[in-house]
């Protein structure tokens, strides 16, 4: 007999897991954020390149076909045809699901609290997860554009810098991939050099990410122009995600198919785009903002874990 | 060669990084929320013994190194190389002073060593854990003198030098730690 049956984390880490999302929903509740429910499983799967979903077999007992179904790799979509539909400020804590994600801070599964209010920009949202953060007992966030950071800690600008020049950083740094797409080269030169040194005395929001860095954020119209996105950095971890959302149904439409070109160069056909998000956003969505935050890994930054085994009862090795 | 991908990278597995084989001693998965996967790979050189890190994209592949670890019994030195044979198959192999390395001062003959060979030739070799060496030259012995913890350089049969308590005699047979230099005991 193993010991694979028992939890991986402990009952003092269940019991704070259950006071968290108490104290989420009373947040919430005290902020007139309405609780929803969006389903798990659905018929378009993200189209972001870098998000792999998990697909599974659906028999309708009077069709005689197996339709495709995906698990949810986020509850944005649904979440914003809610809002298109006049929800108002809304709230989920859900279960999501991504494929090929495996590690330290990642579980196959993990809970997410996805929250999005109306008429908010990525500041106001940032003000209302601060005063979350607040509740928690954490202590007071500070920011830092993505710039000021990355220059901080590289000595160069994110924005304008050439290729070349951000090569030379990620290969000192070591990266071993000979990489041209400046995505990927940020991105490394963010999570090796920068993220590890961030919120380590007290959270940190990075905001305006360079344009190529956007996923379904605003741009503005500077020049060049910045992605109104931010994340939540505690102890070096990046705990959340958001967005002064994009909502303009052409430019979804534009960046639906580039991530569906990318797609296709990896040989991955078989996505379609979420034509009921982009009706909903014909509809109008409202200029509103968003954020998605990880509770386990917002545990594991409570208690100064270093595996998110120690947060979930059961990850994937013992489901 | 054989080529693996980052997710066939398990502690243990050797492969060649800028020409020089290694071995990779952890593989962690990075990956920002929105953004590309990464593997942070930690590597030990099997030349230079030196730990390298390194990241490669999710997906990405190196080139397998073709290296073994063979138990063999040290034969001989001829004054230039150092000789082994492999008792199983009879096969010799010689390494230079250079491959030897710190083993070299610690084997006189008929000693099991680990040879690591990559391409069939061998790169490191690895003298056994502990040895029992005699001492040709170190001062007299201080008779009983077993507490106040005083030490003293003595030389060995192989040539080493190491530090043994005062009351050492020459001539005696010590137990030596290969991994660190250090004396550990009197031969029983």
Redesign the interface.
């Known amino acids: 007999m193993t010991t694979d049956w028992r939890p991986s984390a402990s009952f003092e880490m269940l019991g704070l897991r259950a006071q968290v999302l108490r104290q989420i929903r009373e947040f919430m509740a005290e902020h007139a954020i309405l609780e929803v429910e969006t389903p798990v499983l659905i018929h378009s799967a993200v189209s972001?390149p870098?998000i792999q979903s998990f697909s599974v077999g659906f028999h309708h007992p009077n069709q005689p076909d197996q339709k495709k179904l995906y698990l949810h790799t986020s509850p944005e979509y649904a979440m914003k045809r809610l809002l298109a539909a006049g929800s108002g400020p809304i709230y989920q804590i859900i279960r999501v699901f991504r494929d090929?994600?495996?590690?330290?801070?990642?579980n196959p599964e993990f809970s997410l609290l996805e929250w999005y209010q109306p008429y908010y920009d990525h500041h106001d949202l940032m003000d209302e997860a601060d005063a979350l953060l607040r509740k928690l007992d954490f202590k007071r966030t500070i920011r830092m554009s993505y710039s000021e950071v990355f220059e901080h800690h590289t000595g160069i600008n994110p924005h304008q810098t050439e290729r070349m020049e951000l090569q030379k950083i990620a290969k000192q740094?070591?990266?071993?991939?000979a990489?041209n797409d400046p995505?990927?080269l940020l991105?490394?030169i963010?999570?090796?050099k920068i993220?590890p040194n961030l919120g380590h005395d007290q959270p940190v929001f990075i905001y305006n990410y360079p344009a190529c860095?956007c996923?379904l954020a605003n741009l503005t119209n500077d020049d060049p122009p910045q992605a109104e996105r931010f994340?939540l950095f505690i102890s070096g971890v990046?705990i959340a995600?958001g967005f002064n959302e994009l909502c303009d149904v052409t430019e979804q439409k534009h960046r639906f198919e580039r991530e569906m070109q990318l797609r296709h160069q990896t040989g991955n056909t078989d996505h379609t785009i979420d034509q009921r998000l982009l009706d909903a956003m014909t509809s109008g969505l409202p200029e509103c903002a968003g954020v998605?935050v990880?509770i386990d890994r917002l545990l594991m930054v409570m208690k100064g874990c270093d595996d998110i085994n120690q947060v979930i009862a059961f990850p994937v090795d013992r489901a | 060669m054989a080529i693996f991908s980052t997710n066939e990278f398990k502690p243990g597995l050797k492969v060649m990084?800028d020409g020089d084989p290694c071995a990779i001693m952890g593989n962690?998965?990075?990956?920002?929320?929105?953004?590309?996967?990464?593997n942070?790979?930690k590597l030990r050189n099997l030349k230079t013994g030196r730990v390298?890190?390194?990241?490669?994209?999710?997906g990405?592949v190196m080139e397998g190194a073709d290296v073994v670890d063979l138990e063999l019994q040290y034969l001989y030195r001829d004054g230039e190389l150092w000789h082994f044979m492999d008792q199983n198959t009879y096969e010799q192999y010689a390494t230079d002073e250079k491959t030897m390395g710190e083993a070299a001062q610690w084997v006189k003959g008929e000693e099991s060593c680990i040879v690591t060979l990559w391409n069939g030739v061998p790169l490191t070799v690895s003298a056994p854990t502990f040895v029992m060496l005699k001492i040709t030259e170190t001062d007299p012995g201080i008779r009983g003198d077993t507490a106040t913890g005083g030490s003293k350089p003595a030389t060995l049969e192989t040539g080493a030098i190491v530090k043994v308590p005062l009351f050492v005699e020459l001539g005696e047979i010590i137990k030596i730690d290969t991994r660190t230099g250090t004396y550990v005991g009197r031969a029983k």
């Open positions: 972001d870098n090929n994600e495996s590690g330290k801070l990642h740094a070591g990266l071993h991939t990489a995505s990927l991105d490394f963010f999570s090796s993220a860095l996923a994340e990046e995600n998605a990880g | 990084l962690e998965f990075v990956k920002p929320g929105k953004g590309q996967a990464f942070r790979v390298i890190e390194r990241t490669l994209k999710s990405d």
